[in-house]
């Protein structure tokens, strides 16, 4: 039994929103009971006690949108990489990289995201992977370092044409074995999609392979008109618009999850709404390559489920929420806008995604929820309570101020101090490993 208290409770549940000097019970995996720290004290009198110390307790964040196999391009520079645009970023840098990732190197990006997602309150993650120099097993190096360290992943590999028939066929038998593997886990910390890149380097023929070797009850996860590039395509191969092919391809659903929607009009958002079909916006990583900004408050406003990711470029939601907040309103030269969409996307709507796939209640602290709670550091000078935490949370913290991160009822980091791995050590091999990567890369 543990139990973590003397804090400022947020619970985002409705019924019991915040209590001023709040604790929480957790019971094995799960949350057993909220109230005062003085009544949870004294109901579970021989529990494991964590004092907040007077800060912040609150859901553990959930990542709709991660690219693991970026961790180690952190400070890479590549020979003769001069990008004219986005087509360029991807060929030049990103498909680069993940045609030279070795088995060992994936597992050490798969430790080092997750680290830092620890280290920022991050406890659910949906990962989209590509290493197209090691398919096989890829996803299963990133599932054993989900479990190792503590961290609830949802995963897929990222289907392709771009490097022959042959590949793209390893690939989608990669994410079927993984999916399969994924709902035999009874453990509530893994599930599967079948991943795919973009529209532009799918044919229809890989398309159908990878509906026909689908599982059922799960969806696709793909990024969508990411780049203006990926529509001019689609419309001159197919005489259509990307979501249209989406849909004539049996793609959209409740399942499935829809990176970026930059370039998408109207009638292509009735169709993700009317299938009801998930987004996730990134913005930092739209800002980074020069995509464009996303029509996401629309989507919002539509009641689209759209949620907050960060494609790899930060493993820091509070980042991320910043970002899209102030993206918006200069996107739309509107001071109101994002206000609420976007605390709306990440506290809710993650929530919501992360459901289609996990069984536990996540995002939300109350009896018989998943139990993945954070402390944060934040003593703020302003009055704060129930009613104005996000304002707090979006210009008073980061997700370093998180100094306890527990996931499904483990303590994966108590007082700054990760406790699932000897992060020395990992990320001594993390440069090791990156090292060679980048010897490969440049000669």
Request: overall charge negative.
């Amino acid at each position: 039994m543990l139990v973590v208290g003397n804090g400022r409770l947020f619970t985002r549940d409705a019924n019991l929103p915040y209590i001023e000097d709040g604790a929480v019970a957790i019971d094995g995996t799960k949350i057993a009971a909220l109230g005062t720290t003085e009544e949870i004290k004294s109901k579970y009198k021989d529990a494991e006690f964590i004092d907040a110390k007077g800060g912040v307790i609150m859901p553990a964040f959930i990542n709709t949108h991660e690219h693991i196999y970026s961790a180690m391009a952190r400070g890479l520079s590549i020979k003769g990489y001069h990008p004219k645009g986005f087509l360029d970023v991807l060929d030049g840098q990103w498909w680069t990289i993940d045609r030279k990732l070795t088995a060992e190197q994936i597992k050490y990006s798969a430790m080092d995201t997750m680290i830092s997602c620890i280290r920022n309150g991050v406890t659910t993650i949906f990962d989209h992977h590509a290493s197209f120099g090691q398919i096989k097993g890829s996803l299963f190096t990133i599932a054993a370092a989900a479990k190792e360290l503590g961290v609830r992943a949802c995963l897929c590999y990222e289907i392709s044409d771009r490097d022959g028939m042959e590949k793209a066929r390893e690939a989608v038998a990669e994410n079927a074995e993984f999916i399969r593997y994924a709902i035999k886990d009874d453990t509530d910390m893994l599930a599967g999609m079948m991943g795919m890149h973009t529209q532009f380097t799918l044919s229809d023929e890989t398309m159908e392979l990878a509906a026909a070797s689908k599982p059922d009850g799960v969806g696709y996860h793909i990024h969508v008109a990411e780049g203006i590039e990926d529509l001019y395509d689609c419309l001159k191969k197919y005489g259509k618009r990307i979501v249209d092919r989406l849909y004539d391809m049996d793609i959209l659903g409740e399942n499935t999850l829809l990176g970026h929607c930059i370039y998408i009009n109207p009638h292509e958002m009735e169709l993700i709404k009317s299938t009801d079909t998930m987004v996730v916006h990134n913005p930092e990583s739209n800002m980074g390559n020069a995509c464009g900004c996303p029509p996401t408050m629309e989507l919002v406003r539509r009641g689209i489920l759209t949620g907050l990711g960060t494609d790899g470029y930060t493993h820091d939601m509070t980042e991320s929420y910043k970002v899209a907040n102030v993206l918006h309103k200069h996107h739309l030269c509107d001071t109101n806008a994002a206000w609420g969409e976007v605390p709306k996307m990440l506290f809710e709507n993650n929530a919501a995604i992360a459901n289609r796939y996990f069984k536990a209640p996540l995002g939300v602290l109350k009896e018989g929820a998943a139990a993945d709670v954070i402390v944060a550091d934040y003593n703020p000078p302003t009055p704060m309570d129930g009613s104005n935490l996000n304002g707090h949370i979006l210009f008073g913290m980061t997700g370093r101020d998180v100094v306890t991160t527990i996931g499904n009822g483990s303590v994966l980091m108590k007082d700054r101090d990760v406790k699932v791995a000897d992060v020395d050590e990992v990320m001594a091999k993390c440069r090791e490993e990156s090292a060679k990567l980048w010897k490969s890369i440049n000669g």
